[in-house]
């Protein structure tokens, strides 16, 4: 167990009823705020209470990858990594089709990430199965495990590899958060970008955090906080302060600590960390030479001009690389129903392919 010591501190004052935050059981934690917010790094601050951390829901670029900074207090890492894929670093990997039980008994932090795979459908794919080898192989255990879930799409995602309709994937995460406490496993759960299953989260959720709610305020079924904490320093809420509500209706105002190891919003992880990413077999048009930011640049553009000429263009590339893009961007969602690039840059059109309208084949103009 990390010595509390090095730990992030985390401090409650009960407004109404009281108990303790149990960390030694798999409880659900849910945090809740606006983007920027600190929820992130409050769920890390929560995690590190544990004996395990598993990070592989992540959606900014690489955040999980914050537990290899040397602040952190945890130095048995592993990355699972997908085929045909070497990451060299001074950290070990396996493939996550060798992946088993016995891999995360053996070290504290398990993660991966999106830059450790080929294409978007092989992420989906591992995130799947890493997801039923902890749900439903881990019958025995003894300390609670803690499964990080910075962006629960990612997870409804893996899902639907498997069952195909996006309604059943979410009322499969639903009940994959309610058992997750009979694998022994603690949950702690991030951004929720369907907010139409965001009260079911709560509704299983152990503790809810609240963190700064912006012009938006809480939801309806939550006003009732209102009666404790004022509006206004809910909307403008500080991102080391927070707001705890229990399952038991015990309510607190919080303060922690940020984690110093998270990951700081402009930090190249990767470059910083020294990790090397090879993909074997893998022909340089898949377009992993651009960024997600030309990218989406790319995308919206030729959104607007149906052109890959003017596109090319106006972005000052080669209208190869424009090509690429798209076939890039149509490829992901006719995977995964949506383009991961497109979705990191939070871009409308993550669902939209990109085709020319009377054109039976896409943009074959290249
Ligand atoms: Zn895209």
Known sequence: MTELTELPRLRVKWLRGSQNINYSRPSTFFSLGTRGSGKSSLLEAIAARYIKVIDLFGSKDSECLAWCKPESPFKKILFITGRNVTVASKWPTVCVDRLTLEDFEQNQIITTTYAFYNTTHEYFEGLQKITSLLWDQRTYWNEPWFILIREAANMIYARLQIVK????????????????????????????????????????????????????????????????????????????????????????????????????????ILFKLDIDIERLGVEKEQGYNVSILEHVKIAESYKATMSMGKTAKQLNRAKSTVCEQIKLHNANINESGFCLECHKANNPIEKELLVRKGRGSLNDSC
């Not at 509006?231 to 600590?257: C, W, Y």
Request: hydrophobic share 40%; glycine share 6%.
């Open 165 to 268: 309709d996006s309604d059943q994937a979410k009322a499969d995460f639903i009940q994959m958060l309610r058992e997750a406490r009979h694998s022994g496993l603690a949950v702690g759960v991030d951004t929720i970008r369907w907010t139409n299953i965001d009260k079911e989260v709560r509704d299983v959720a152990d503790y809810t955090f609240i963190k700064k709610t912006g012009a938006i305020g809480l939801p309806k079924d939550l006003r009732f906080i209102y009666r404790y904490v004022q509006p206004d320093s809910l909307m403008k809420m500080e991102p080391q302060n927070f707001v705890l509500l229990t399952i038991e209706g015990n309510l607190a105002m919080g303060k922690f600590d940020y984690p110093s190891w998270h990951k700081e919003e402009r930090e190249n």
